[in-house]
């Protein structure tokens, strides 16, 4: 075989240990981490928005009537590239 050494696959199908049992995820909640997450949904509350221009938008989203121009949807990217790395 020209030096190769041939593989060994029996041992890899006996598992060394035993399985640890699963425990369940707490949710940041109970780890007492959830203000960021309730500080991100509060913000939103705040925000200035139109909820019949949401709607009107949704609603021709889901007919195919939104119209996507790919170079706004470009320069969005690009801007907020760029604000993301303006130091404050």
Not at 25 to 41: C, D, F, K, P, Y
Not at 70 to 79: C, G, L, T
């Amino acid at each position: 075989m020209g030096g190769a050494t041939p593989r060994v696959t029996a041992a890899a199908a006996t598992p060394v240990n035993a399985v640890a049992p699963v425990r369940p995820v707490q949710s940041r909640e109970q780890e007492g981490l959830g203000e960021v997450a309730l500080t991100t949904a509060s913000a939103g509350a705040s925000a200035p928005v139109d909820i019949d221009r949401v709607k009107q938008i949704r609603q021709a989203i889901e007919e195919g009537r939104y119209p996507i121009v790919p170079m706004r949807v470009a320069d969005a990217m690009i801007a907020a590239g760029i604000l993301l790395r303006t130091k404050p």
